[in-house]
């Protein structure tokens, strides 16, 4: 779950950055953008971080693995959900 809302954040922090670069608010007819052009690029840079900050945490959990015995000697691992 928290892996979707990383990518989601990442791709918000895309458009929100691409709004504070000069030549596509133009092409998207927006002559002026409040707050400043540093402050989107910024808060789109931070959206980013943070989504990517989520993504890895998604991906570095795995399960916990669990030995297989055979006798006493350890054959093998299985995961554990």
Do not use: C, D, H
Not at 12 to 30: D, E, N, Y
Not at 40 to 51: C, F, Q, S
Not at 67 to 81: A, F, M
């Amino acid at each position: 779950m928290s892996k979707v809302v990383g990518i989601s954040l990442v791709i918000l922090g895309m458009g929100v950055t691409a709004i504070g670069i000069k030549p596509i608010q133009s092409a998207l007819a927006l002559v002026s953008v409040p707050g400043g052009n540093t402050l989107w690029m910024g808060a789109g840079i931070v959206l980013i971080l943070l989504g990517g900050f989520l993504i890895r945490k998604a991906s570095s959990s795995q399960s916990p693995e669990v030995p297989i015995y055979e006798g006493q000697n350890i054959v093998g691992y299985r995961k554990v959900n």
